[in-house]
């Protein structure tokens, strides 16, 4: 980054006060890292951004109705993270079915030998799976679990073209015909707590839950409430509401696996990630069309 722009760092403070005004007004694109908010006020701040290029292809913490009303384009990172991501969703779901922490747990600590077998689990091949959200990642998660010789359900706005996939549109319908619930749609106000208490309670009781979205689109209260009773089975998160401080209560609990928001966490990714956004930063000072644009 610093070989190709003159980059002036955000204020470790988070304030962007912090940075001189004559600074701020020298910027013309901010590059964004990160799942905190960028709202009106930061961008107001920066009178003369033509572009924000965000490192990620969840852009729900991006004010981009503000951006784009303000001339403002703004872009993410697709396509370049998806298989990453759709591993890690897969490897949760099978970690989360057949007890592997616990079981390796059972190993370290002695109990195999001592106590003997490790409880039986639940098998995961020819279940019904739902996959919340078929975008990029929800269609290559869905393409893993075709491996599984799971029956797939999903639900999305319109129907989207699969090899046998059934449609719903409706969330609470998808969840009643599911074993396994897969989130992977995007986050927003639109998706805020699209997994509702309904839904949950619709996946029942043998039930399992896997989100790699964001935090938002689940009902935090209602899934710690469904999990503490044993209303559903188990959950593996690897998004929540107020990361990196995950509600306690999730700590407590046997039948949860949480990962610390690292679905697209590799070397290789992360990398392509980084030359996507300068990619797209080096397109905007060159006057080229801009290589994804979101708005
Ligand atoms: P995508 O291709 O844009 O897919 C987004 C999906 O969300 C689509 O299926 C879309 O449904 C659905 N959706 C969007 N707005 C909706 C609404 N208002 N109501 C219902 N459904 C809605 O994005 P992607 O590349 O698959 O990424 C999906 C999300 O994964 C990202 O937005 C991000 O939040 C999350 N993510 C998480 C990690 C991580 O580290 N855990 C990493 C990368 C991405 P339609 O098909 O009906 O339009």
Same mark, same amino acid.
């Given at each position: 980054?610093?070989?190709?722009?003159?980059?002036?760092?955000?204020?470790?403070?988070?304030?962007?006060?912090?940075?001189?005004?004559?600074?701020?007004?020298?910027?013309?694109?901010?590059?964004?890292?990160?799942?905190?908010?960028?709202?009106?006020?930061?961008?107001?701040?920066?009178?003369?951004?033509?572009?924000?290029?965000?490192?990620?292809?969840? &852009?729900?913490?991006?004010?981009?109705?503000?951006?784009?009303?303000?001339?403002?384009?703004?872009?993410?990172?697709?396509?370049?993270?998806?298989?990453?991501?759709?591993?890690?969703?897969?490897?949760?779901?099978?970690? *989360?079915?057949?007890?592997?922490?616990?079981?390796?747990?059972?190993?370290?600590?002695?109990?195999?030998?001592?106590?003997?077998? &490790?409880? #039986?689990?639940?098998?995961?091949?020819?279940?019904?799976?739902?996959?919340?959200?078929?975008?990029?990642?929800?269609?290559?998660?869905?393409?893993?679990?075709?491996?599984?010789?799971?029956?797939?359900? &999903?639900?999305?706005?319109?129907?989207?073209?699969?090899?046998?996939?059934?449609?719903?549109?409706?969330?609470?319908?998808?969840?009643?015909?599911?074993?396994?619930?897969?989130?992977?749609?995007?986050?927003?106000?639109?998706?805020?707590?699209?997994?509702?208490?309904?839904?949950?309670?619709? *996946?029942?009781?043998?039930?399992? *839950?896997?989100?790699?979205?964001?935090?938002?689109?689940?009902?935090?209260?209602?899934?710690?409430?469904?999990?503490?009773?044993?209303?559903?089975?188990?959950?593996?998160?690897?998004?929540?509401?107020?990361?990196?401080?995950?509600?306690?209560?999730?700590?407590?609990?046997?039948?949860?696996?949480?990962?610390?928001?690292?679905?697209?966490?590799?070397?290789?990714?992360?990398?392509?990630?980084?030359?996507?956004?300068?990619?797209?930063?080096?397109?905007?000072?060159?006057?080229?069309? #801009?290589?994804?644009?979101?708005?």
């Amino acid at each position: 980054m610093h070989e190709l722009f003159t980059v002036h760092q955000f204020p470790a403070s988070g304030n962007h006060a912090d940075l001189p005004a004559e600074v701020r007004d020298q910027v013309r694109a901010l590059a964004f890292k990160g799942h905190s908010q960028l709202g009106a006020d930061i961008i107001d701040a920066f009178p003369n951004i033509g572009l924000i290029a965000n490192y990620g292809v969840g &852009y729900d913490t991006i004010d981009v109705a503000h951006a784009t009303s303000k001339g403002i384009a703004v872009t993410n990172t697709p396509d370049v993270l998806t298989n990453d991501v759709a591993d890690l969703a897969v490897g949760m779901l099978i970690s *989360l079915s057949r007890g592997i922490v616990g079981a390796s747990e059972w190993v370290l600590s002695g109990k195999w030998a001592n106590t003997g077998a &490790y409880p #039986l689990q639940r098998t995961l091949s020819e279940t019904t799976i739902g996959i919340a959200g078929l975008g990029r990642i929800g269609q290559a998660i869905g393409k893993r679990l075709h491996g599984f010789d799971a029956d797939l359900h &999903y639900f999305a706005r319109s129907e989207k073209e699969t090899p046998g996939w059934t449609w719903h549109n409706d969330l609470v319908s998808l969840a009643k015909q599911s074993d396994i619930l897969i989130v992977a749609v995007s986050g927003g106000p639109e998706t805020k707590q699209i997994i509702s208490a309904e839904v949950i309670s619709a *996946l029942g009781a043998d039930g399992l *839950l896997v989100n790699i979205s964001r935090g938002s689109t689940m009902d935090e209260e209602a899934l710690i409430k469904a999990l503490q009773s044993n209303q559903l089975r188990g959950a593996a998160l690897d998004v929540f509401n107020n990361e990196p401080n995950v509600d306690a209560r999730f700590l407590a609990l046997d039948s949860v696996l949480l990962q610390p928001h690292q679905s697209s966490g590799t070397v290789e990714t992360r990398k392509k990630m980084g030359a996507l956004q300068r990619d797209n930063l080096s397109a905007f000072f060159a006057d080229k069309p #801009l290589l994804t644009p979101v708005s």
